[in-house]
């Protein structure tokens, strides 16, 4: 697979993520995968899009008040940490590990989106764990004590393979937390760019990063993050739900099919 054909591939995947408030990792590492990167390269170049595409879809989304600031402050920095750990330790896992780890992932996040997603009334109990929230017209509940650990969890498998999180961070935020879901999306997307930065750093450190495929790549996203962040504000995200669950799916079994040819480290 070409350069310019990657490059497109990441402008349509970055448009699409960001107007869900996913970050795509689930598409962008197979993507860069079946273009030549060795998997480590890959999850690299794929956090460093992340990043970029979660960027410039927050500012689209700031600008429309749908990021609740306060709420990703308290449970991302989980995410964040861990993702360090997880893309710095990457290394010392083979890349067929990491393929089927991330394989596994996909399955769950795929059936994650195909369950019906709705907003929840806030929640009038008052128990130590339990943060009322106000933002804008919304009112919500959310739970921390189920919140903290699985952001944490994600933020270190994610940072390991590549990906942001967002597929599990936007169900936990509207499921358990009764987040409305435009507040999700937007919030996901500010989340997905510090844990994103965070996992590339990781593995930056450990020497994965090839400054040659990536910045032609993070343009291609900069640029879909900002169409897909400005399509958002006029479309339903549950509308798209079905259509990335089957495709995430599909990069699932991808990814799994690819796992048994020769990878790079």
Not at 227 to 236: D, Q, R
Request: hydrophobic content about 55%; overall charge positive.
């Amino acid at each position: 697979m070409g350069l310019i054909t990657t490059m497109i591939g990441v402008f349509v995947i970055a448009a699409l993520m960001a107007v869900t408030g996913r970050g795509g990792g689930n598409f962008y590492v197979p993507l860069l995968v079946a273009g030549g990167a060795p998997m480590h390269q890959a999850a690299t170049t794929g956090q460093c899009i992340l990043f970029s595409t979660a960027v410039a879809a927050s500012l689209i989304f700031q600008k429309n008040k749908t990021i609740d600031w306060k709420l990703a402050m308290v449970i991302d920095p989980p995410t964040a940490l861990m993702a360090l750990i997880g893309g710095y330790y990457a290394h010392l896992l083979p890349g067929a590990s990491l393929k089927f780890i991330f394989a596994g992932l996909l399955v769950l996040a795929s059936f994650l989106m195909f369950r019906t997603v709705k907003e929840q009334s806030l929640s009038r109990r008052k128990k130590f764990g339990f943060w009322q929230r106000k933002f804008g017209k919304y009112e919500y509940a959310v739970n921390l004590w189920l919140a903290l650990p699985i952001t944490a969890a994600t933020g270190l498998v994610a940072g390991m393979v590549g990906i942001s999180g967002g597929s599990f961070k936007i169900p936990l935020m509207v499921l358990a937390c009764g987040v409305p879901m435009r507040i999700a999306v937007g919030t996901s997307s500010a989340m997905v760019a510090a844990t994103a930065f965070m996992g590339f750093i990781g593995h930056s450190a450990a020497g994965d990063l090839n400054a040659s495929r990536a910045i032609p790549m993070v343009a291609a996203a900069v640029v879909g993050g900002l169409v897909g962040g400005a399509f958002s504000l006029n479309t339903k995200p549950e509308n798209l739900k079905k259509i990335f669950a089957y495709t995430t799916l599909g990069a699932a079994v991808f990814m799994i099919l690819n796992s048994c040819l020769p990878v790079g480290n």
